[in-house]
């Protein structure tokens, strides 16, 4: 008589009888620190009791994975490096993948060179997820991204790109946080406004405009507006041109807080007064809004939050969860300048 020989049981069969995901099973059997305690005991008295043997090369293979997220950095090293706020969002990220396993590992493109260097990575699988902290809608990286199917958050806006629904986003409502902006600055009787923004082709950028337009209409054109970089160099330069266009603004709607203090210097060097002449809103809550003179009311991004949030969010993209759209509110915060 021939006797059928059973089947082994897998991994599924595990997940399948705990009620989990094939990912939660793998990584309670293989001790990890992101499942509680009673899980792991849970998923392990089951595959005893089912008759699960881990293959050997299979577990070695679970325990192989990368496990690291790679931050995606677009920007140049001096941006980077100089700007508090990347600072301030980077700490989230690292803070909560201290609380797992993940390490994080920064990646420098923005250079061709680099961005070469960093297919290369991509392609071998060097990173589990990826967070794009400047993503911009023409970069390259995208497609690979996409075409690789590696777990990808970006920090920033894609609408109507057709990858808004591929990667998961985590951002915070640019648009919505400079309409505050322009209604304070209109609330406080200005009419005569001028912005002063980070690069054209930021996202960041388009958005602010977006929203100072949708309170000031038309005599917010472009005549009205210029694109500098994110420095208090650049708002100074931008302020000092724009007063030569237009001699007599009563508001400045900046794009960041670097780029207000800046302006800030620009205006009393040419015996303006603030804000008792022409009043200055920035944008982030950079730490310098607390040193200017006078202090700088600003609107404030919840960026150490963002980036906790993204770093979760790319730990369940690796479990299997699927893309996914966060938006915080954004909050002006009311100093001096005003």
Same mark, same amino acid.
């Given at each position: 008589?021939?006797?059928?020989?059973?089947?082994?049981?897998?991994?599924?069969?595990?997940?399948?009888?705990?009620?989990?995901?094939?990912?939660?099973?793998?990584? &309670?059997?293989?001790?990890? @620190?992101?499942?509680?305690?009673?899980?792991?005991?849970? #998923?392990?008295? %089951? &595959?005893?009791? %089912? +008759? =699960?043997? !881990?293959?050997?090369?299979?577990?070695?293979?679970?325990?192989?994975?990368?496990?690291?997220?790679?931050?995606?950095?677009?920007?140049?090293?001096?941006?980077?490096?100089?700007?508090?706020?990347?600072?301030? /969002?980077?700490?989230?990220?690292?803070?909560?993948?201290?609380?797992?396993?993940?390490?994080?590992?920064?990646?420098?493109?923005?250079?061709?060179?680099?961005?070469?260097?960093?297919?290369?990575?991509?392609?071998?699988?060097? /990173?589990?997820?990826?967070?794009?902290?400047?993503?911009?809608?023409?970069?390259?990286?995208?497609?690979?991204?996409?075409?690789?199917?590696? @777990?990808?958050?970006?920090?920033?806006?894609?609408?109507?790109?057709?990858?808004?629904?591929?990667?998961?986003?985590?951002?915070?409502?640019? =648009?919505?946080?400079?309409?505050?902006?322009?209604?304070?600055?209109?609330?406080?009787?200005?009419?005569?406004?001028?912005? %002063?923004?980070?690069?054209?082709?930021? !996202?960041?950028?388009?958005?602010?405009?977006?929203?100072?337009?949708?309170? =000031?209409?038309?005599?917010?054109?472009?005549?009205?507006?210029? /694109?500098? +970089?994110?420095?208090?160099?650049?708002?100074?330069?931008?302020?000092?041109?724009?007063?030569?266009?237009?001699?007599? !603004?009563? +508001?400045?709607?900046?794009?960041?807080?670097?780029?207000?203090?800046?302006?800030?210097?620009?205006?009393?060097?040419? +015996? =303006?007064?603030?804000?008792?002449?022409?009043?200055?809103?920035?944008?982030?809550?950079? @730490?310098?809004?607390?040193?200017? *003179?006078?202090?700088?009311?600003?609107?404030?991004? !919840?960026?150490?939050?963002?980036?906790?949030?993204?770093?979760? #969010?790319?730990?369940?993209? %690796?479990?299997?969860?699927?893309?996914? *759209?966060?938006?915080?509110?954004?909050?002006? #915060?009311?100093?001096?300048?005003?």
């Amino acid at each position: 008589m021939t006797i059928a020989k059973r089947a082994s049981v897998t991994l599924a069969d595990v997940a399948e009888a705990a009620g989990v995901s094939r990912s939660t099973a793998s990584r &309670a059997l293989n001790d990890s @620190p992101r499942i509680s305690d009673a899980t792991k005991q849970r #998923i392990s008295e %089951i &595959a005893a009791r %089912i +008759g =699960f043997v !881990p293959n050997a090369q299979a577990r070695a293979l679970a325990v192989g994975r990368a496990e690291t997220i790679a931050m995606l950095v677009t920007e140049p090293l001096y941006e980077l490096f100089t700007d508090p706020t990347y600072g301030v /969002f980077l700490s989230g990220i690292t803070e909560r993948l201290a609380e797992s396993e993940y390490l994080p590992v920064l990646l420098q493109a923005s250079s061709a060179h680099e961005r070469e260097r960093v297919q290369r990575h991509l392609e071998r699988k060097s /990173f589990d997820a990826v967070i794009d902290i400047s993503p911009y809608e023409g970069s390259e990286l995208l497609d690979v991204l996409r075409d690789l199917a590696i @777990p990808t958050v970006l920090c920033g806006q894609l609408d109507g790109h057709p990858y808004e629904h591929v990667f998961s986003t985590v951002y915070s409502d640019d =648009f919505a946080g400079a309409q505050l902006a322009a209604n304070a600055m209109k609330e406080r009787g200005r009419r005569h406004c001028v912005a %002063i923004v980070g690069p054209m082709e930021n !996202p960041a950028s388009i958005d602010r405009v977006k929203g100072y337009r949708q309170v =000031f209409g038309d005599a917010l054109d472009d005549g009205h507006v210029v /694109f500098t +970089g994110w420095g208090a160099s650049d708002g100074f330069t931008a302020m000092r041109r724009m007063l030569e266009l237009h001699p007599g !603004p009563d +508001g400045v709607l900046a794009g960041s807080d670097r780029i207000a203090a800046g302006a800030i210097e620009a205006l009393q060097a040419n +015996g =303006f007064a603030v804000p008792g002449d022409v009043s200055v809103i920035g944008f982030d809550d950079h @730490p310098i809004a607390q040193t200017t *003179t006078p202090r700088l009311t600003t609107v404030h991004q !919840p960026l150490h939050e963002e980036g906790r949030l993204a770093a979760d #969010i790319a730990m369940r993209m %690796i479990d299997g969860e699927a893309p996914s *759209t966060t938006v915080l509110d954004m909050e002006l #915060i009311r100093r001096d300048s005003l």
